[in-house]
């Protein structure tokens, strides 16, 4: 027989025990534990009862093991005297033995009534092989149903507060064992921690979270509503022969098993965080969010919901629907916060979508290409545009943004944008308004993009340009940009000085201060021949050659 080797000891009142005449500890194995006890004061309250009935018998819980016992009324003692009765006990150290197999123990006759004819004490008792039990769906009528319904409720209520004490009766009216058919129904991992009791017991240690004694006339249990419908539901179920998984190990999977397929008739918004979680469990998962505002209203009770996060990153691990669609929702909310400056997901959204910068730089590229732009082109959004360029990513930057001046300074300051904004001038296919407009900010950025755009920039689109920009500078400003244009390549042509520095429209005495410095550069500008603009600059004590030998 397969199944674990559980070491064993038997208790009882005999002419000769372990430890001497009288009461004691007849036998034990070899590796009984000496941490449960191998005499009877250790043993205490585990053997220290008498069954009133004739019979006592239990599952407990000892540290990381459990303790299977069985007490019955035995035939008169070594010494002729009544009373004696004998305490047959198992150790499971692995802690996977429960009520299940205590009860199947006990119906199959393995537990001893007395002692072994010819037997004598020993501390080399055989440990007992104990496999795990069979389960199978119990037979119920309606009325069994019925019955049944009110004790399985009541420690379905103590399972869902996960510690207490609850009382089920031992038979029901028709004589079927309340504990078998409960613990048939249950999933095995539910009950896992569960201890179980019947006959007289006192304080044995048992450090089990739930606690169940049987007995013949329990007082009823508290429990809810929904207690009791999960009841009655898990055992017409079972009466079909259809029992939950022996894995869930919670009531909120269990109730997935039973009720998800009706919950996902149900928009989100009028079921609970539970409900919810178990619609994400269920095979309606995909179908279900898909369907109106189910995916939005989703993400926000995950935010506040623990067991719809863990229900909603499952879902998405497990179909590449869901992931889809979560990871689509949650990217249209931060293109929102990007375009529109609405407030965007959460990080944990951004997390269980999966949804990382690269992701969020190509559909930022794919919604500028659409016609979308960007309302404020603030440091957050000026950053993923820099990480979107860095990443590779072909992000079109005119049309990017109606903040015209916002995009000019961030094509000065950060490189990577800079050089893209001159690629993608360079490769457009013409010339317009927002090209003329761009390069107007750009120029008081900075009057190094003049050299640095040269010959993409069409010759008749400079002046006007030109002139605006020169009537958003100071004097310093004017004075850059005029010596630019007379330095660069359509020097020669006059606009230094008439539409840089004389479109500037500064007071005369500003204009005056740029003349002084520049006035021989930005009089060849204008067609002077060389000698002449430097005579007559020189005259004004403006000369290049004169400030030289002044040491200026």
Known sequence: ????????????????????????????????????????????????????DGEAYGVLSRGTGRVLYRAVAARADGFGRPGNYLVHLLWDSSGRLGARELLALRRTGRFLDALPEGSSPTAELPPLRVALADRAAPALTPDEVDALTPPLAGLLAVLARGSGSCALPARTASGREVAEVLLAVLPRALTAGVSLHAGPREDDGDTAPVRVQLTGSPAPAAAGPHDTERA??????????????????????????????????????????????S?????????????????ATTLEVAAG???????????????????????????????????????????????????????????LADEVRRGRRVARLDRAAGLLVEQALTLGVDLPLLGLTGETWELALLA??????GDA????????????????ALLGHLLVADPGWLARLGDAVPVSALPPALRWAALRLDVAGVGALAEAVATGDNAGRGWAL?????????????????????????????????????????????????????GE
């Open 498 to 550: 008439r539409e840089v520095v004389f479109g500037s429209e500064l007071p005369a005495g500003d204009v005056d201060q740029v003349l002084g410095r520049r006035l021989e550069l930005l009089l060849v500008d204008d067609g002077w021949p060389r000698e002449l603009a430097e005579s007559f600059a020189r005259s004004r004590g403006d000369s290049p050659f004169r400030r030289r030998r002044r």
């Open 279 to 295: 619609v994400l469990e269920s095979s309606a998962a995909p179908g279900w969010l898909a369907r109106g505002d189910n995916a």
């Open 232 to 277: 009655r539901t898990l055992l017409e179920a079972a009466s079909k022969a259809e029992l939950a998984p022996d894995d869930l190990a919670d009531l909120r999977r269990v109730d997935a098993w039973l009720f998800a397929d009706a919950w996902a008739e149900q928009d989100a918004a009028a079921l609970s965080a539970d409900q919810v979680a």
């Open 1 to 52: 027989m397969s199944g674990r080797a559980c070491p064993q000891a038997l208790y009882t009142s005999a002419s000769r025990t372990l430890e001497g005449p009288g009461f004691g500890v007849y036998a034990h194995s070899a590796d009984w534990p000496g941490e449960v006890g191998r005499t009877r004061k250790a043993l205490g309250a585990l053997v220290g009862f008498r069954p009133a």
């Open 412 to 417: 000065t300051r950060r490189p990577v944008v």
């Open 305 to 363: 919901s623990a067991a719809v996060e863990a229900a909603l990153r499952a879902a998405v691990d497990r179909w590449p629907a869901v992931a889809e669609l979560v990871r689509g929702r949650v990217l249209a909310a931060l293109l929102d916060e990007v375009f529109d400056g609405a407030e965007g997901p959460a990080e944990l959204f951004v997390e269980v979508a999966g949804i990382g910068q690269r992701h969020l730089c190509a559909a």
């Open 421 to 436: 904004l001159v690629a993608q001038w360079r490769s457009g296919g013409g010339w317009t308004a927002e090209h003329g």
